[in-house]
């Protein structure tokens, strides 16, 4: 029964990307004030992208785990990239200020870029925070290779079994295909404006 | 005499360890109680087989949406509640809270429908189980009866349940 109705739906379900499609540059303001596309990273060859932000628990609980994958695997080619795509009015915890002083506290050594006027996260069909998008650099393209999750366990990071994201990742190093390419995990609507 | 004995150290042991999955402030019978469960546990609500209207709600207390539509789920219970409409309220909040955070969360609003912890952290998992659409996204509603069963990615007023809850209603 759950089987069969999820597979009638499934085709409902089709904003934004799915593994395979290009993905779309863009021009967002940095914390350190500065704009930043994916263009910009011309050494590498792909980006971690994540929808992030400053309130959401999950995204905290996160937060160590991001600084990781950034100063593990941007040496080899692939930074970790945040974007928070909450509208600051709907959730003041999440302003720009508030992105910088964030940063500054955890000292992330990624760019975390601030998605203002929202046209970007509805784009890559992202639904909440942490919501990663692992886009492998084809030339001057960004093709989605994996979409969904970090890993299987948001509460313990020493619980993990499943690092999806790593995993990925370290396909794409090796030249394969991430399996799975997509995952899903509890997370924080992304806030709009009523 | 000796099994009462037995039982006793028995419920002593099992407290003591945390072994029953429910967790209860002790201050007075008037407290909230909440159970925890993994998802196995859980999802037989997500089947149950009789002549009720089901209205599964995930949220959790650090999620602003969900917490502004509790009101309209915790109006459809007492509404319907005589009408064989069963509200549960699933928290996905992080279990090491219950007595910070949920507990006293629930006394504050007064909950009155079913409410339990779905304490399960590989969601990759069971998020599907729950729905193919479901991203993983709360506020999360599903609505079930014996002819139907929608899921909601979506934030709720009392309203827009009625609309759906209504006509199920046998």
Redesign the interface.
Known sequence: ??LL???Y??G??AQGYEVGDIATDFRLLNVDGNYVSMADYEDAKGIVLIFSCNH??YVVAYEDRMIELHNTYAPKGFPVVAVNPNDSIA?PRDSYTKMIERAEEKNFPFDYLVDADQLIYPEYGA??TP?VYLLKKEGDQFRVAYI??ID?????AS?V??H?LANAIDALLAGEHPDPDY?????????VQD | MKYIGTIIIMLAVFAGLNFFPVYASPVSAEDKEIEVMDFDTFSPR??MDNDSVYVINFW?T????CVRELPAFEQLNETYSDRKVKVILVS?D?PDLIDDRVIPFMERMDLQSEVLLLDD?????W???V?????????ATVIYSAGH?S?H?REFEFDELEEIVLPLIQ
């Open positions: 029964m759950l109705i999820g597979i739906s499934t409902l379900f959401c628990p959730e639904t909440r919501h969904g999750a299987d366990n948001y509460r313990d619980a079994e499943e999806f995952t899903r995990a509890i997370g924080c609507t992304i806030k | 997500l089947e959790a650090w999620c602003a949406p996905l992080n952290p590989n969601s990759n998992r998020i599907p189980l729905s193919e659409e479901w991203s993983g996204a709360i506020p069963r899921f990615e």
